[in-house]
């Protein structure tokens, strides 16, 4: 029995043991699916990151391109714009032309219409005197037959012809011929007026055809020039915001750098009365030199010289630090200007080229400013150049320092 009591308590034992390392193996086991999943989690997000992968050359090659093809737009559109602009002069031209001569042909027609109703007013009127004359000589036709008659068959005769002499001198006081005679008259008359007032009726015609065609050509203009204008005010409502734009950008910097210097200053957009006249748009520049003074425009009256090379001056550095390029050239932009600003403009210009992504600049005077501090971005060179000049073969910076030495050393 206690054999079997020390058989059973070794096996309790080692049915414990082996329940411990089961523990074991099942949380190592769970332990591992834990880091599987978390190893095919990290692989996806590895996946989805070489996916997601920006290729920065590609896309600065599209920028680039998508730059370029800006550039190319802003050309076309500046073209286009420039085009309608001369055709728009071109058919405003037309236009005035044209509507000179459609009032000269009203006026033609207008005088054309009155000189036809007065020759159909006196067409008229004689009309109703022929008309009045006519239905006399016939009335007096008809006596005259009558008579005719009477006197042939007196006479017993078959014809006038045969009437003597004689019996002629009985008549002489006959009116047949005058009347004859008188109506020839105005039949003649009549028929002059007839003919001049179908030409006047054909020149009338004439001239309202030539009216509508001007009217037409008229309508036609109208209609191309309300196109040109509508392309016109297409291309403005792109191109003046990018230029608004532009003028807020020089007026930001030029404001810094008055205020920098202790002035007060902006640049605006000058627009004409009329907006479509574009060779009237530009730049204006107040400026103000004085506490508690307004903003004046930058002219002869309201500044003096060195104000104005001193407000041209900020202008042309605002300029310059808008417009990237490789290098700028400088000459003498400090001439005409007090010491004060002088050296604050040269301060300004140093400080803006001398920044990393500045361009470089060369600055050309003919003076340099006393204890004027530099930075170490500036190169200082001195051109010397003269007909008593040493020729460079004989140029010897040392003995020149010693020479000056010897004269400081007789002064002191």
């Known amino acids: 029995m206690k054999v079997a009591a020390e058989k059973n308590t070794n096996l309790t034992q080692q049915l414990e043991m082996w329940r411990n390392e089961k523990r074991v193996l099942v949380a190592r086991k769970d332990e591992r699916k834990v880091l599987e999943q978390r190893i095919r989690q ?29 550039v ?16 728009w002069d071109d058919y405003l031209t037309k236009y005035i032309k044209t509507n000179v001569k459609e009032r000269i042909a009203v006026a033609d027609i207008q005088r054309s219409q009155q000189s036809l109703s007065a020759s159909v007013k006196e067409l008229n009127n004689l009309k109703a005197q022929v008309k009045e004359i006519g239905d006399e000589l016939d009335n007096l036709k008809v006596d005259a037959q009558t ?53 006047e009726v054909e020149e009338y015609k004439r001239r ?3 009216m509508r065609l001007l009217r037409r050509r008229l309508d036609t203009l109208q209609a191309d020039t309300a ?34 210097a202790g002035y007060a200053g902006e640049v605006t957009l000058s627009v004409p009365e009329d907006p479509n006249t574009f060779s009237n748009y530009g730049i204006s520049i107040k400026v103000s030199f004085r506490d508690h003074q307004c903003l004046k425009e930058l002219t002869a009256q309201h500044q003096s010289g060195g104000e104005r ?30 010491p004060i600003n002088e ?7 140093m400080d803006t080229e001398s920044n990393e992504n500045a361009s470089q600049c060369f600055f050309v005077t003919p003076k340099l400013l006393p204890d004027m501090e530099y930075t170490k971005t500036v190169n200082t060179m001195v051109v010397y150049n003269s007909q008593t000049m040493l020729p460079h073969s ?11 030495r010897k004269v400081m050393q007789k002064h002191s």
């Not at 900020?314 to 007090?338: A, K, W």
């Open 309 to 338: 090379a001193m407000a041209t001056a900020l202008y042309l550095v605002t300029l310059q630090s808008l417009t990237p390029v490789s290098f700028r050239c400088v000459d003498e932009i400090n001439q005409g200007m007090d």
């Open 147 to 199: 008579a005719l008659q009477k006197l042939l068959k007196d006479l017993n005769i078959s014809s006038y012809k045969h009437i003597s002499s004689e019996v002629r001198d009985q008549f002489q006081s006959s009116n047949l011929e005058e009347t004859e005679k008188k109506l020839a008259e105005v039949e003649a008359h009549r028929d002059c007026l007839v003919t001049a007032s179908e030409k």
């Open 394 to 404: 004989r140029f010897n910076l040392e003995r020149i320092f010693r020479a000056q």
């Open 208 to 210: 309202e055809a030539e």
């Open 72 to 87: 190319l737009n802003l050309v076309r559109v500046s073209e286009k714009r420039a085009k309608a602009v001369l055709d």
């Open 42 to 70: 990290k692989e996806g997000q590895l996946e989805r990151c070489k996916n997601g992968f920006i290729d920065l050359k590609a896309e600065e090659v599209k920028t680039n391109a998508s730059i370029q093809e800006e």
């Open 343 to 349: 050296r604050q403009l040269l301060k300004m210009l």
């Open 227 to 260: 196109a040109h204008a509508t392309d016109m005010e297409s291309v403005k409502q792109c191109w003046v915001p990018r230029i608004s734009s532009l003028v807020d950008d020089i007026s930001t910097k030029f404001s810094k750098f008055m205020a920098g």
